[in-house]
């Protein structure tokens, strides 16, 4: 096999693997056994296995919200456009962790935590470098100081209600009064 060709089987099965069972419940020996190659050879191409969620994770976010940017109506009313950004990235960011981690793993490991951190942070980067390059953004002074402040603050309201909500419905509940109670005077604040 190329380089490429096993680096992509190794990403392919370890993301097959960690939504159909979690990121905990999944061993590299089950990912090298799905990959149909040697165990050292995925430590060839991921230094660990968190490592190798990360990447997955951060190809899959870069996806969603360059189809996100494009699929959300261009409003000239910019307070409406970015809410509906905010408001889509937040749920994405909610379902990647409750899709491929788990949030009982989250909730009870110590070790995810820096993990969860370090995503977050690239995850701040990569919306921060996707939001300036819309239209709402390129000619404002001071956009990257706002975007900032409003994905900081969005992002750690909706992982605050993630880790303290028991049932998908409270998660509900919380987007919709995150979405009508919180997020309006975020956006207000940022333009």
């Known amino acids: 096999m190329e380089t490429d060709k096993i680096r992509e089987e190794i990403i392919r099965s370890a993301q097959d693997l960690f939504r159909k069972y ?3 419940k999944t061993s590299v020996n089950e990912i090298a056994k799905r990959a149909k190659i040697a165990k050292a050879t995925i430590y060839k191409y991921f230094e660990s296995k ?3 969620l990360h ?3 951060m190809d899959y976010l870069r996806i969603s ?3 996100i940017i494009e699929n959300t109506n261009e409003e000239t009313n910019k307070s409406a456009y970015i809410s509906n950004l905010i408001l889509k990235t937040s749920r994405l960011s909610y379902a990647v962790c ?3 981690i788990g949030w009982d793993f989250i909730r009870e490991n ?3 935590q820096e993990f ?3 995503l977050s942070d690239d995850l701040e980067k990569l919306l921060i470098g996707s939001f300036l390059e819309t239209h709402m953004f390129q000619q404002e002074e001071n956009s990257i100081e706002k975007l900032n402040f409003l994905i900081k603050a969005s992002k750690s309201i909706v992982f605050s209600f993630a ?3 028991v049932s998908d419905s409270d998660v509900r509940k919380n987007f919709v009064s995150f979405h009508k109670e919180i997020l309006p005077y975020l956006v207000k604040a940022a333009i």
């Open 98 to 100: 409750n899709e491929f």
């Open 116 to 118: 969860l951190k370090t």
């Open 110 to 112: 110590t070790n995810s």
């Open 163 to 165: 880790f303290t909500s």
């Open 55 to 57: 990447t997955i994770l």
């Open 50 to 52: 968190e490592v190798l």
């Open 22 to 24: 979690g990121y905990h």
């Open 65 to 67: 919200v360059n189809e």
